[in-house]
C-alpha cells in the first residue's frame, strides 16, 4: 500500500529587490494622531550637590606674654622724646618715597636710664593731644598711663581718660577711675573714691562705672598699693 504523499505548504514570497538581494518587510510605524503632543525627552535626575559646612571662625590668639607674675610693682618712667622708624613700602605701585615712617616714643627711668616699656609702666603723657581730643573740659594736659597686658602684647591704659562704659557720658568734669599716691613714690592706688560724693558729675566727682579696675582683651585688675594686680 503507497503512503499518501503530504501536500505541500506554500509560504508567502520573500520581496526581492531590484539587484536580487533579499529585503525584511517593512517594519509598521504607528502614525501619530495629529492633535497629540510630541513626545517628551527624558529629563536626566542629577544628584542634588552636597552641603558644605560652613567654615568655623577662627580667632587668632597670641600667647601670653611670658615672665609675668602678679603682683607687678608699678615702675615709673619718663617719655624723653620719639624715634622715627621706615618701613619698606610693599604697596603696587610703590609709594613715593618708597617707605612708612612711624613715631616711637622713647622712655627712660627717672635718673635718666633709657628702658623699653613694660607691663607695670606707668607715665604722664600727652597723647591725648590733637588727634585724640581729651574727654574733659578741667584737664591739666597730663594724662596718667599705666601699662598693662592685653592679649599677649602692651596695651597703654589711659587712668585720666573716659570708661568706655561711664555712666556720665556727656559730664565732662569727673572722672571715671580716680588715682592716689604716685608711681615714684610707690603707692600708686586707683579706685573710685571720689572726694566729691555727688553722682551727677562736677570736679573731684566720679561716674558709677566699675570699681575701678581695667578690663581690656583678656586682663581684668587693678592697681592698688603701687602693683598691678590681676581681679
Known amino acids: 500500500m503507497n503512503a499518501r504523499r503530504p501536500t505541500p ?30 513626545p517628551r525627552r527624558p529629563v536626566p535626575v542629577r544628584p542634588a550637590p552636597l ?55 622713647l622712655y627712660a627711668l627717672p635718673d635718666g636710664t633709657p628702658t623699653e616699656l613694660r607691663v607695670g609702666d606707668s607715665f604722664l603723657g ?35 581718660g573716659k570708661a568706655g562704659n561711664c555712666t556720665l557720658k556727656d559730664e565732662r568734669e569727673h572722672r571715671c577711675w580716680v588715682h592716689h599716691g604716685s608711681a615714684e613714690a610707690g603707692n600708686l592706688h586707683v579706685d573710685k573714691a571720689a572726694s566729691n560724693p555727688s553722682k551727677t558729675g562736677g570736679p573731684g566727682s566720679t561716674c558709677r562705672a566699675g570699681a575701678g579696675s581695667i578690663g581690656v582683651g583678656d586682663f581684668h585688675g587693678f592697681v592698688h598699693g603701687g602693683k598691678l594686680v590681676k581681679a
Open 9 to 38: 505548504v506554500l509560504s508567502a514570497p520573500t520581496p526581492v529587490g531590484r539587484a536580487g538581494v533579499l529585503r525584511s518587510p517593512r517594519a509598521q510605524v504607528p502614525t501619530p494622531a495629529p492633535d497629540a503632543a510630541p
Open 126 to 160: 600727652e597723647d591725648h593731644r590733637g588727634k585724640w581730643e581729651c574727654a574733659w573740659s578741667n584737664c591739666d594736659g597730663r594724662h596718667l598711663y599705666v601699662i598693662i597686658p592685653c592679649d599677649g602684647i602692651l596695651h597703654t591704659w589711659d587712668v585720666s
Open 51 to 105: 552641603k558644605q559646612p560652613a567654615p568655623a571662625l577662627v580667632r587668632s590668639v597670641r600667647p601670653p606674654i611670658p615672665g609675668l607674675v602678679f603682683p607687678i610693682p608699678i615702675r615709673a618712667v619718663v617719655q624723653v622724646g620719639t624715634r622715627t622708624d621706615r618701613e619698606p613700602c610693599k604697596n603696587d605701585p610703590l609709594c613715593e618715597p618708597p617707605w612708612h615712617e612711624s613715631s616711637v616714643p
